[in-house]
């Protein structure tokens, strides 16, 4: 079992920056691919970003590659969302997740575990 718990959002203005923040619990934090999505009012769930075991291997929404990283550190059981340059259109509830499985995936249904959500609000 692993229970997921989002940080950081806020109301931000045009260009930028917010960290968001996951912390698991769980002692096998370390073997779950990690993964971000949002979902913005009156839309389905979009994946952003997920992240492999080793932190090694990583994979982006074509909407936010280059101005959003994603990162784990296994010794705090926390995986990180830094984004960047953010836009209004990045305005959303950002979802962090886990999946038991070996390589990452943009897929929501593969996902095993899912946190309360932290708001993001971007102005222009």
């Known amino acids: 079992q692993v229970q997921l718990v989002e940080s950081g959002g806020g109301l931000v203005q045009a260009g930028d920056s917010l960290r968001l923040s996951c912390a698991a619990s769980?002692?096998?934090?370390?073997?779950?691919?990690m993964g971000w999505f949002r979902q913005a009012p009156g839309k389905e769930r979009e994946f952003v970003a997920t992240?492999?075991?080793?932190?090694?291997?990583?994979y982006y929404a074509d909407s936010v590659k280059g101005r959003f990283t994603i990162n784990r550190d296994s010794a705090k059981n926390t995986v990180y969302l830094q984004m960047n340059s953010l836009k209004p259109e990045d305005t959303a509830v950002y979802y962090c997740a886990a999946a038991r499985r070996l390589g990452v995936t943009i897929a929501g249904d593969e996902y095993d575990y899912w946190g309360q959500g932290t708001q993001v609000a971007v102005s222009s």
């Open positions: 769980g002692r096998t934090f370390s073997r779950y691919v």
């Open positions: 992240i492999s075991w080793s932190g090694d291997s990583t």
